[in-house]
């Protein structure tokens, strides 16, 4: 059963431009979402997070937004850069546990 | 502040060996997570460490997998007679010693297991 789920698998767009990547997940219990950032034969970076008691949370270029009834989130990067061409994760935590659930991945490409 | 390592970064073991990767969280953490990655997937919780103690193993194999954070060293993760799957890319975490789900748990290199 997967919990944390992102959809789409990879997504390219143009240097400059906004990159949308979006996160549903299933348990109402998840209080606390992070974005993690990959590169390949590297651990995830931490990018941003955002607990239940937020819709938005902002850093720089990066925008979590989060919507509880729709038990969505998603990531905005603004402007998109090639250095941010990546595999995406989500991941949410449960409050009590301290165990990430993490969604399989959105693989970003940004074109020069 | 060094981030947290993680070695061997690669390990080879031929099916029926032991293999024993090891973790040394961020200076100043003292909680160890423990994850797997199998190819083009996300990653899995295993096991959740403080200082000798296991406070959670909910995500661990129930044979042939173990895992320690002793009082002084690293944290250990043992896999007892591999098998071919069990090559992944297996990464810790560590977080602050605050005990709030909303730390963040940052992440090492990870060791990349190929069972032959």
Redesign the interface.
Known sequence: DQQ?K?NSPSLSVQEGRISILNCDYTNSMF??F?W?KKYP??????LI?I?SIKDKNEDGRFTVFLNKSAKHLSLHIVPSQPGDSAVY?C?A?????????????TRLKVLA | NAG?M?NPRHLVRRRGQEARLRCSPMKGHS?V?W?RQLP??????MV?LQKENI??E??MPKERFSAEFPKEGPSILRIQQVVRGDSAAY?CAS?PPD?V??D???????T?LTVL
Do not use: C, M, W
């Open positions: 944390v992102q209080d606390y992070l993690y034969a590297e651990g995830p970076t931490f997070s607990s994760f991941a935590s449960a409050a009590g546990t301290y165990k990430y659930i993490f969604g399989t991945g | 947290v993680q909680h997570y994850y083009e997937e996300g990653l899995k919780f959740y406070i959670d909910s995500g990464f977080s005990r789900n909303t963040t748990q940052y992440f090492g290199p990870g990349r």
